[in-house]
């Protein structure tokens, strides 16, 4: 059975600090693992996708990489701004094409 | 391109009715996934319809049903609500022979007093 699981629950920084936020399935048999941005109350927007065979993908201030040996993926947010406070959740296909979510990192970025 | 766009956006039910949701995939997209997100959880994934076809199910009562119509959109109802199935309801679209990105909607807050 599949389980993803991201650290830490929330998370507040400074406006301007880079940080990063952990993603961990159990089942390393994935073909992709996609990140997401939820703002309260909407629905979700694809930020990266990274394809089993790649290690890393990148998108402006946004760099996710993916060990699937070690089950891990991390997303890097460079010089956080207020506009990034949201949740991110990641997720993995399984069984065919059904994604299994992480119960998010609730992010808050100070000004 | 519109995305994938759903409605309604907010809904309010008494328990025991019942309720359809609808959801327009993305432009080439032809598969269509409903999720059921409850407040501070991640998505349950409720079921997928590809081909008009129920694809794959998840943990959900027969009381979930869908459709998936000839232009690939498609229909979550929920018969004989209960105040449990309160949440945000979300539709996702992606392209069956592609590299399996999925793209959501903005959601269908259900609300059952």
């Known amino acids: 059975k599949q389980e993803v699981t991201q650290i830490p629950a929330a998370l507040s920084v400074p406006e301007g600090e880079n940080l990063v936020l952990n993603c961990s399935f159990t089942?390393?048999?994935?073909?992709?693992l996609q990140w997401f941005r939820q703002d309260p109350g909407k629905g979700l927007t694809s930020l990266l996708l990274?394809?089993?065979?790649?290690r890393e993908q990148t998108s402006g201030r946004l760099n996710a990489s993916l060990d699937k040996s070690s089950g891990r993926s991390t997303l890097y947010i460079a010089a956080s701004q207020p506009g990034d406070s949201a949740t991110y959740l990641c997720?993995?296909?399984?069984?065919?094409?059904?994604?299994?979510f992480g119960q998010g990192t609730e992010l808050s970025v100070k000004p | 391109d519109a995305g994938v766009t759903q409605s309604p956006t907010h809904l309010i039910k008494t328990r025991g009715q019942q309720v359809t949701l609808r959801c327009s995939p993305k432009?080439?997209?032809?598969?269509v996934s409903w999720y059921q997100q409850a407040l501070g959880q991640g998505p349950q994934f409720i079921f997928q319809?590809?081909?008009?076809?129920?694809?794959q199910r998840g943990n959900f009562p027969d009381r979930f049903s869908g459709h998936q119509f000839p232009n690939y959109s498609s229909e979550l109802n929920v018969n004989a609500l209960l105040l449990g199935d309160s949440a945000l309801y979300l539709c996702?679209?992606?392209?069956?022979?592609?590299?399996?990105?999925?793209?959501f909607g903005q959601g269908t807050r259900l609300t059952v007093v």
């Open positions: 996702a679209s992606s392209y069956l022979g592609g590299g399996g990105e999925a793209f």
């Open positions: 089942d390393s048999a994935i073909y992709n």
């Open positions: 990274i394809q089993s065979s790649q």
């Open positions: 997720a993995v296909p399984h069984q065919g094409g059904k994604l299994i």
């Open positions: 432009s080439g997209h032809d598969t």
């Open positions: 319809y590809y081909e008009e076809e129920e694809r």
